[in-house]
């Protein structure tokens, strides 16, 4: 049962072939088994896991019940869980127990969910790895020498190993998407503020985004249906409708306009990663959809924008971990000013001290016009380009990342390298937009097959369309159905 699409999970708790108990006790059995290989997961919930799901059942025998109620899912380390431990994957906050559950956390809870841990993940959410993580590496399933992919690279090797059905994950520059591209499962980042942010713990403000980790679109939308809403804790949630997004997941393709973007296909594409592409466009145009060569002009300067607008929001949202009222506080301080830089010191990791450092120095009076100003300039420019686009095309369609999985550690000694990971995950964050990942080939050239992602973008709120476009993508074709060997 566990390598089961949350939808086909649903019907079958519905009727009656498997318990919500019989399930967690799979999942929590193959976490035992295969954690110690893959350290998807920081913390298993397993006595909450199997209250929740009893519960469930008894939900379920009351008629009392939903589509996600008694699925197992697992939470990326960043989203607050009341009682259990919050880390974001850093000493910072390795004795932090939350008391409260996050927005996220808490309407998935009041679906019926069964929380089985907290997964692994970059520190505090920056990298495009999961190397950065205080608790070490998370290795990729489908290769356990090369990385899954981050931030949420715990989460993503988690369903794609079939250690849980679902799981939450975060989007502030490609954490989503580039992640489920790599361990081939589906990532969604919802437009920004569709989803509340209110205790997920902050990386960026502007760019942070929660969304799903899963194995199909069908199952995002599922999902999608219980976390979406504005939320009137966060103040940048937007009171919106929130629509069906099963509803429309079967409308023909027919007539849709899809823009591919000629600056994806430059130097630097992967030739496994582009065939896939042009494969990927085949389908769609079967399916009654024509394409278009569009223009991203200003796509080239979104990596340089993020890694200004990104640490600069990431040093202020880090200056509350200085060791006053939770998480580490150094042994011994001789004063305050001591025990602020030793505790920031010794409990950060070298990636977010690097981010700390450069956007303390971005913001700083004599170069805050220079940098963060210039920046949110490139922004503007980055959605006034994707804005130009959508009045010509439906839907983008390019690749999520330039090639496949890396090795761990290859990139360690280049951050700049690293940071050029998610080149065409950024520019999506920037203009606010909606992104998915979908599983869209395997690349045979590194002994192992090794999945190849491709990303769908849509306009402002466009969800429903971007999951209806995913979804009929994976009706007709079988990437996402392939599993590594676990």
Not at 92 to 114: C, K, Q
Not at 172 to 201: D, E, L, N
Not at 339 to 344: E, G, I, L
Not at 416 to 442: C, K, R
């Amino acid at each position: 049962m566990s390598d089961r699409t949350v939808a086909a999970l649903s019907r079958s708790l519905a009727l009656g072939k498997v318990s919500s108990v019989e399930l967690t006790r799979d999942y929590l059995d193959r976490i035992a088994r295969h954690n110690s290989v893959y350290n998807a997961y920081i913390t298993v919930t397993e006595e909450l896991a199997l209250a929740q799901a009893a519960e469930a059942d008894a939900r379920r025998a009351r008629g009392e019940h939903g589509p996600l109620t008694g699925v197992p899912i697992a939470h990326k380390d960043i989203f607050c869980t009341r009682d259990v431990l919050t880390t974001c994957a850093s000493k910072m906050l390795g004795n932090f127990v939350s008391p409260y559950d996050a927005t996220v956390v808490e309407r998935l809870n009041a679906a019926g969910t069964v929380t089985l841990g907290k997964t692994n993940m970059d520190e505090f959410a920056m990298g495009s790895s999961n190397e950065t993580s205080f608790f070490g590496a998370v290795r990729n399933p489908w290769d356990t020498e090369r990385v899954p992919g981050g931030s949420s690279g715990g989460s993503a090797a988690a369903v794609a190993a079939d250690l849980c059905a679902i799981a939450t994950g975060t989007d502030t520059g490609g954490s989503i998407r580039q992640p489920a591209a790599f361990c081939g499962v589906t990532g969604f980042k919802p437009s920004y503020g569709r989803i509340s942010r209110w205790g997920m713990i902050a990386f960026a403000s502007s760019l942070d985004q929660a969304g799903p980790i899963c194995k199909s679109a069908e199952d995002a939308a599922l999902m999608m249906n219980v976390i979406a809403g504005p939320d009137p804790k966060d103040s940048t949630s937007v009171d919106a409708p929130v629509p069906d997004y099963t509803a429309t997941l079967n409308d023909s393709l027919k007539g849709l306009r899809i823009g591919v973007p000629r600056q994806h296909l430059a130097e630097g594409l992967g030739k496994e990663v582009e065939q896939a592409l042009q494969d990927a466009l085949k389908v769609f145009e079967s399916l009654g959809a024509t394409v278009k060569e569009i223009d991203l002009p200003n796509n080239h300067l979104s990596v340089s924008a993020y890694y200004v607008v990104a640490p600069a929001e990431a040093s202020a949202n880090l200056s509350r971990f200085d060791g006053v009222r939770y998480g580490y506080r150094c042994e011994n301080p001789v004063n305050l000013e001591d025990m602020y830089m030793r505790s920031r010191g010794e409990g950060f990791g070298a990636e977010v001290k690097r981010r700390i450092l450069v956007g303390t120095y971005a913001l700083s009076a004599g170069y805050y016009d220079a940098y963060y100003l210039k920046a949110q300039r490139i922004r503007r420019l980055i959605k006034q380009d994707f804005d130009k686009a959508f009045a010509e095309v439906d839907v983008i369609l390019g690749p999520t990342t330039p090639h496949t999985a890396f090795k761990i550690g290859e990139k360690n000694d280049d951050p700049v390298t690293m940071y050029l990971e998610d080149i065409y995950t950024i520019g999506v964050n920037l203009a606010g937009l909606p992104g998915i990942s979908i599983p869209a080939g395997l690349s045979s050239t590194s002994g192992k097959p090794l999945p190849i992602g491709i990303q769908l973008v849509g306009s402002d709120f466009g969800e429903a369309r971007l999951l209806n476009v995913a979804h009929q993508f994976q009706q007709h074709t079988d990437w996402h159905l392939q599993r590594p060997e676990v």
